[in-house]
């Protein structure tokens, strides 16, 4: 991606779209999709949306690091009773989209409405599109849930659905990269997103001193170099519509070529667990980093980074996924070892383990709310400034 805005998103086919992120990371995704020359971009709860092309939701796909999936609506329709919601379903001309021996998946969400089980809603809603094709055309498109041709999500609040389809298929933090996993794994749209809010851009070196099976460390030289999120991905939703354009996608993909750039920095992992770092060792080869990653089995209080500038950024054990002896011990060490080993540099640590955190015993420069899975988070940035131990620690 461009640091330039692109403008060629905006032509007279604009169309709007609906990005998906993790709660605290929307502003970030509404600055990607900025870039990419998206317009009226607005930010919502968990989502952002904005318009654009064709070009444009392809590039979102393959650029956003931030984003868990696209949606393109189609319709927003009102329903009184279970009947008027059939009938409804029934009318959007699905012909559209697929054909009658394509394979499909609903999914819904809903808020304050007759309807309470999701499961029932994609059910009807399913019989409703499966009923028309069989009465137009004999053939009734059948559901898979894995891999279907077209998968269709519902939103509805109330009485109204917005019925969109799914542009990306499986959640784009499905990145392609990661094969094995070590424990309680990033999620990789969050490393991308937490990276990405300490404001770091590849200028600096880069240290995770907890890796496990790396994902920070991947998403950190992919920033740096400029990759596209999408670059290890083979397939996104859109490949499967019917008005699925594979050259404008193989410019979109030709483009992303050129702004790619060779790494000056150092990116470093380490792990106490020589088990985590093989998985490691093994994403980072799917990705063909490993002449850019360097690895080594340690123990966080023995490391010491590179000479210069640089950032931390590491995900340790908060006591719920990974069990730990002591997890205040490990916390008041990790404070004592950012204070001896890491002046010069910035540390940024993600933990739901709020007393925990306090006990790293150095002042915040920052905090913000992220949610790793369903445990709400604290992700706090210290500064080790050169000095600031005189200052502030005695
Ligand atoms: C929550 S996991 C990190 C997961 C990682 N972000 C990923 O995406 O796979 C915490 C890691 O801290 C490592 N760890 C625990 N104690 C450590 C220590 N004293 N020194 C270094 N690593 C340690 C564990 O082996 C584990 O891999």
């Not at 392809?58 to 393109?72: E, F, V």
């Not at 990033?186 to 994902?215: R, Y």
């Not at 080790?384 to 005189?390: E, P, T, V």
Request: proline content about 4%; some cysteine; charged content about 25%.
């Amino acid at each position: 991606m461009n640091d330039n805005k692109d403008s060629s998103a905006k032509t007279t086919d604009s169309q709007s779209f609906l990005a998906k992120s993790p709660a605290g990371l929307e502003e970030v995704l509404a600055g990607e999709l900025s870039k990419l020359g998206a317009e009226n971009i607005e930010i919502l709860k968990r989502a952002v949306s904005f318009e654009g092309n064709q070009r444009l939701l392809y590039k979102a796909n393959y650029h956003c690091r931030t984003a868990l999936r696209i949606l393109k609506p189609i319709n927003q329709i009102t329903f009184r009773d279970e009947r008027e919601f059939y009938n409804r379903i029934h009318d959007i001309p699905w012909e559209d989209y697929m054909e009658p021996d394509h394979t499909l998946s609903i999914d819904s969400t809903i808020g304050n409405s007759i309807f309470t089980h999701s499961h029932f809603v994609s059910q009807r809603a399913k019989d409703a599109i499966v009923d028309r094709f069989r009465e137009r055309t004999g053939i009734r498109p059948s559901v898979d849930l894995e891999n279907p041709v077209l998968r269709i999500n519902l939103h509805i609040y109330k009485d109204t659905v917005n019925v969109s389809l799914d542009s990306s298929g499986a959640s784009l933090h499905k990145r392609g990269y990661h094969t094995v996993n070590a424990e309680a794994p990033l999620n990789e749209v969050l490393a991308a997103g937490m990276i990405m809010l300490t404001g770091w851009h590849g200028e600096s070196n880069f240290i995770d001193w907890m890796c496990g099976s790396g994902t920070l460390l991947i998403e950190a030289a992919m920033i740096a170099m400029n990759l596209p999120a999408g670059q290890f991905r083979e397939e996104y939703g859109f490949m499967k519509w019917k008005d699925f354009s594979p050259q404008l996608w193989n410019k979109v993909k030709d483009e992303a070529l050129t702004d790619q750039r060779d790494l000056d920095i150092e990116i470093r992992g380490s792990d106490i667990s020589a088990r985590n770092l093989k998985a490691a060792e093994a994403n980072i080869r799917n990705a063909s980093l490993h002449k850019d990653i360097k690895l080594q089995v340690a123990d966080f209080k023995d490391i010491k980074p590179p000479e210069g500038a640089g950032i931390l950024v590491s995900n340790p054990p908060y006591g719920e996924r990974i069990e730990v002896d002591d997890l205040q011990e490990l916390y008041r060490d990790m404070g004592s070892a950012l204070k001896r080993n890491f002046e010069g540099y910035k540390a940024w640590l993600i933990s739901s383990d709020l007393q925990a955190i306090k006990l790293v015993g150095l002042r915040p420069m920052a905090k913000k709310i992220l949610w790793n899975g369903q445990l709400e988070c604290r992700f706090v940035g210290f500064d080790l400034y050169h000095g600031s131990k005189k200052d502030k620690y005695k």
